[in-house]
């Protein structure tokens, strides 16, 4: 076990009182991915309520973190669990009332757009401006809130710097270049590009807690930081880059999206596009995460990116390093941990535990490979010379 995990390990409470036996259709669910309700395994479920077992019927995954929230059942290793979850395809295995629920959920992603412009800042008002504190003791010093790239890191502040140096090199910045940022954040991957390798970086958000620490940071350097969404941005920029943003736009955007980076875009540049991917299609997004986490949000599949990609760009390159982000997961829930007793006096225990269950529950989606992370480099058609992919050890 490695330091990180064997921290985030909670000391396990004392014996749950006795409760209703689980309903079968549950527990043979549950073992086909080797858990057992009440098993003394770090994975296994410890229930104390029984009407955890009718809010996992009537609501599957959304019910299952609700119920984490209100305390409802434990696990020693939330991350473990939802690997084995995760590898056995129980996300996609729903039983009746649940299923029905289900099937309404992508019914309704399939047929509304859920991310039109007016619904664009949803999500940064939701989670992105929850409070700084919380990301300020969760990530590295620059605050990158994306997959880092472990190759040769040695601890989370390498990790992001090897990640935003491999962008740049990928990107072939020159000095006195333009760059655009497509969902800057607060700001570290601008200022990097900017102080590092002297390019002009125009970044947008749609978060205006983001915005504020971002201005703070990038003040004196050549950066133009906008509250705005991407579909209204006009200009031409040498290079683009977008991360941990494509997740937000929605697959009826998909278009729009590439049609607006394309004009963007100068003839001879490039655009580097930082996404969370799944390994097929979904019929729509997790609904606790969808609920709780990131509202209208979506994760493409391989397919779906290619197919909005193609006639827009060309593909250069691209990359997958999925499990890195297991990684990166681990270490932002064993500092935000760490963080709890100063982060106490302003938030309660049930935002504590939809925390902890979001972050872990996140890692067990990489560490079981139906999570993806990739860096696509594309250009334009008319681009002149080979592109040459960069891959740091």
């Not at 963007?264 to 299609?281: E, K, M, Q, Y």
Request: hydrophobic residues 40%; contains cysteine; glycine residues 8%.
């Amino acid at each position: 076990m490695s330091s990180e995990q064997a921290a985030l390990t909670q000391t396990p409470p004392p014996a749950p009182r006795p409760v209703a036996e689980p309903p079968s259709v549950l527990r043979e669910l549950l073992a086909r991915a080797d858990v057992q309700f009440n098993g003394a395994r770090p994975w296994d479920l410890r229930v104390n309520d029984p009407r955890f077992y009718r809010r996992i019927l009537t609501q599957w995954s959304l019910g299952a973190g609700e119920s984490y929230v209100d305390g409802d059942w434990d696990c020693e290793r939330l991350d473990m669990l939802f690997e084995r979850l995760l590898r056995a395809d129980l996300d996609r295995t729903a039983p009746g009332p649940a299923r029905l629920q289900l099937l309404l959920e992508g019914l309704r992603q399939r047929l509304f757009n859920l991310q039109t412009v007016e619904r664009a800042h949803q999500v940064g008002e939701h989670h992105y401006d929850a409070g700084n504190d919380v990301f300020e003791a969760m990530l590295d010093r620059r605050m990158i809130y994306s997959c880092a790239y472990w190759a040769q890191a040695q601890d989370l502040e390498q990790a992001q710097e090897h990640k935003l140096e491999m962008i740049c090199r990928k990107l072939e910045l020159q000095p006195g270049e333009t760059l655009l940022d497509i969902g800057c954040g607060w700001g570290g991957l601008a200022r990097f590009a900017a102080e590092r390798h002297g390019v002009r970086v125009t970044g947008i958000t749609i978060s205006k807690e983001q915005l504020a620490i971002a201005e703070e940071r990038c003040q004196g350097l050549p950066v133009t930081l906008l509250l705005q969404d991407y579909r209204s941005l006009q200009g031409r920029f040498d290079k683009i880059v977008s991360v941990g943003m494509f997740e937000h736009v929605g697959l009826k955007n998909y278009g729009v999206y590439f049609d607006t980076a394309r004009r963007l875009l100068a003839p001879d540049g490039l655009f580097l596009l930082h996404t969370i991917g799944v390994d097929r299609r979904a019929p729509h997004t997790d609904p606790w995460i969808e609920r709780y986490i990131f509202p209208n949000g979506k994760l493409p599949s391989p397919v779906e990116l290619a197919g909005a990609i193609e006639g827009r760009f060309i593909v250069e390159d691209w990359h997958n390093f999925g499990p890195d982000y297991d990684r990166t997961l681990m270490c932002w829930a064993e500092r935000f941990e760490a963080a709890w007793p100063r982060l106490a006096p302003r938030y309660d225990e049930g935002f504590r535990r939809m925390f902890r269950y979001y972050l872990l529950s996140c890692a067990g989606f990489f560490r079981s490979r139906q999570g993806q992370l990739w860096q696509l480099m594309l250009s334009r058609p008319e681009r002149r010379g080979v592109y040459r992919s960069v891959r740091p050890a």
